[in-house]
């Protein structure tokens, strides 16, 4: 199986510990972006995964690469050019204070590319999945036409579409709005994946009844079941769309869980209660990433790729930095109720 995903990776840049920004003298330096979230959770778990970008041609660029390289992802296909790479800065809230995500990535390379610089029916050649997310088309337009090109390149051959809906309001800057460029990218989509608000902010599609503000921790799965049927219908495309589920009871405490309805059925998973989260960054995408793993390898049991997205993901909460560092069987034994954390010898 061969999974390409595509989209920005940028340097991170973090407060030590859960500093603020104006009390750190250093900060701790790493990679991370959406798509590339999702690649090296894929490689993890042994799937070949190729992740695309546009990178500047020089030594910022080349260790992001061999960071990916190192986590077994597939690199060949990045476009090389630009003039620098994204930077994100992040400070870790605690308990009431939230955490807070600065960036400073206006004019990194991919933000600058444009139509026709990958060689789309190339790179997805022998590809079995191509995976995007909301972030892309948020950077430019430019960068929004290249990932429509990828997605009906991907249909055209018949690669099975994902998108993460993922909006982000700090991002959508160079005059469109989510609501007029995500539509027709959504279309070519086979699985749809958001959280409690992308639908709604996205596509004004929202659950009766529900406050995402004020969770108290507890969200109900079957709220959502309306937000999936609407979601499959205006895009019928879509054979799956799914819902993650997270109750904030403060920045350090979430409740995890989600949906995926079929079509047909809506399949809720276990909910976690993770008490200690370490860094809840890149949660999104560790789901994402052992959804496409769960999908391809169970196709016949949305119900247990459903949990395996769920247990990858409520484990990503206890590792620091972008990328979800844990192996398949660690997510199944996870899956089948070991969360003692006890020692293994």
Same mark, same amino acid.
């Given at each position: 199986?061969?999974?390409?995903?595509?989209?920005?990776?940028?340097?991170?840049?973090?407060?030590?510990?859960?500093?603020?920004?104006?009390?750190?003298?250093?900060?701790?330096?790493?990679?991370?972006?959406?798509?590339?979230?999702?690649?090296?959770?894929? !490689?993890?778990?042994?799937?070949?995964?190729?992740?695309?970008?546009?990178?500047?041609?020089?030594?910022? !660029?080349?260790?992001?690469?061999?960071?990916?390289?190192?986590?077994?992802?597939?690199?060949?296909?990045?476009?090389?050019?630009?003039?620098?790479?994204?930077?994100?800065?992040?400070?870790?809230?605690?308990?009431?204070?939230?955490?807070?995500?600065?960036?400073?990535?206006?004019?990194?390379?991919?933000?600058?590319?444009?139509? =026709?610089?990958?060689?789309?029916?190339?790179?997805?050649?022998?590809?079995?999945?191509?995976?995007?997310?909301?972030?892309?088309?948020?950077?430019?337009?430019? *960068? *929004?036409?290249?990932?429509?090109? !990828?997605?009906?390149?991907?249909?055209?051959?018949?690669?099975?579409?994902?998108?993460?809906?993922?909006?982000?309001?700090?991002?959508?800057?160079? =005059?469109?709005?989510?609501?007029?460029?995500?539509?027709?990218?959504?279309?070519?989509?086979?699985?749809?994946?958001?959280?409690?608000?992308?639908?709604?902010?996205?596509?004004?599609?929202?659950?009766?009844?529900f406050d995402v503000a004020h969770t108290g921790g507890e969200v109900n799965a079957a709220e959502f079941e309306s937000v999936c049927r609407q979601l499959q219908a205006r895009f019928p495309r879509a054979k799956k769309v799914i819902i993650t589920l997270r109750g904030s009871i403060n920045a350090n405490h979430n409740t995890w869980g989600g949906v995926l309805w079929d079509g047909a059925k809506l399949h809720a998973s276990k909910r976690y209660d993770i008490t200690h989260i370490v860094d809840r960054v890149g949660g999104g995408d560790s789901f994402m990433g052992g959804?496409?793993? =769960?999908?391809?390898?169970?196709?016949?049991?949305?119900?247990?790729?459903?949990?395996?997205?769920?247990?990858?993901?409520?484990?990503?909460?206890?590792?620091?930095?972008?990328?979800?560092?844990?192996?398949?069987?660690?997510?199944?034994?996870?899956?089948?109720?070991?969360?003692?954390?006890?020692?293994?010898?």
């Amino acid at each position: 199986m061969k999974v390409v995903t595509f989209g920005e990776v940028m340097l991170r840049l973090a407060t030590p510990g859960y500093e603020r920004f104006s009390q750190a003298t250093h900060l701790t330096s790493t990679f991370g972006g959406g798509e590339a979230n999702v690649a090296v959770s894929l !490689a993890n778990y042994g799937i070949e995964a190729d992740f695309v970008t546009r990178l500047p041609k020089n030594d910022i !660029a080349e260790w992001c690469i061999a960071e990916l390289r190192k986590r077994g992802v597939g690199t060949a296909n990045i476009a090389r050019g630009g003039e620098r790479v994204g930077i994100y800065f992040l400070e870790t809230g605690a308990v009431a204070r939230p955490s807070k995500v600065v960036y400073d990535r206006a004019h990194s390379s991919i933000a600058d590319i444009e139509p =026709g610089m990958i060689n789309w029916r190339e790179v997805l050649k022998g590809a079995d999945w191509f995976h995007w997310t909301g972030i892309t088309p948020a950077l430019s337009q430019g *960068a *929004a036409d290249a990932c429509l090109e !990828a997605i009906r390149t991907a249909n055209e051959m018949g690669v099975t579409v994902s998108c993460d809906l993922n909006y982000r309001k700090n991002l959508w800057k160079y =005059g469109k709005k989510a609501s007029e460029v995500m539509p027709a990218l959504t279309e070519g989509c086979d699985v749809i994946l958001g959280n409690e608000e992308d639908a709604e902010k996205v596509f004004g599609i929202k659950p009766e009844g529900f406050d995402v503000a004020h969770t108290g921790g507890e969200v109900n799965a079957a709220e959502f079941e309306s937000v999936c049927r609407q979601l499959q219908a205006r895009f019928p495309r879509a054979k799956k769309v799914i819902i993650t589920l997270r109750g904030s009871i403060n920045a350090n405490h979430n409740t995890w869980g989600g949906v995926l309805w079929d079509g047909a059925k809506l399949h809720a998973s276990k909910r976690y209660d993770i008490t200690h989260i370490v860094d809840r960054v890149g949660g999104g995408d560790s789901f994402m990433g052992g959804l496409v793993y =769960g999908l391809l390898t169970w196709p016949a049991d949305d119900g247990r790729a459903l949990e395996f997205a769920v247990a990858a993901s409520a484990l990503k909460h206890t590792i620091y930095g972008d990328f979800n560092l844990v192996t398949a069987s660690e997510v199944e034994a996870l899956m089948g109720g070991d969360g003692s954390g006890r020692v293994q010898r």
